[in-house]
């Protein structure tokens, strides 16, 4: 059974960091393209980041361009997202996602229940 877990969201400071988690099981994260995607308070759903199963590809909304960095550590089975320069804007449950195919523009399949983040003084 596919299970993706998201952890690290919280309350953060504008201009905050803050360094979300997904720990992947039931399927060999190396294969598949993986993203995290997010839902602002009243809004519909955002595409934050992708990156690719093998060639290293990443790419980023240009909301969080230059802000985010996502990663992933295939024999952890955990992608992560490092949210720097965090603004009110940020604040939303995010996602993680698995993809169906190794990239990135491949649709999505699994997702997981969320985690909050919240960026306020």
């Known amino acids: 059974e596919v299970q993706l877990v998201e952890s690290g969201g919280g309350l953060v400071q504008p201009g905050g960091s803050l360094r979300l988690s997904c720990a992947a099981s039931g399927f060999t994260l190396s294969n598949y393209a993986m993203y995290w995607v997010r839902q602002a308070p009243g809004k519909g759903l955002e595409w934050v980041s992708g990156t690719n199963s093998g060639d290293g590809n990443k790419g980023y909304g240009d909301s969080v361009k230059g802000r985010f960095a996502i990663s992933r550590d295939n024999a952890k089975n955990t992608v992560y997202l490092q949210m720097s320069s965090l603004k009110p804007d940020d604040t939303a449950v995010y996602y993680c996602?698995?993809?169906?195919?190794?990239?990135?523009?491949?649709?999505?399949?699994?997702w997981g229940k969320g985690t909050l983040v919240t960026v306020s003084s």
């Open positions: 996602v698995k993809s169906m195919t190794p990239w990135y523009n491949g649709g999505m399949d699994y």
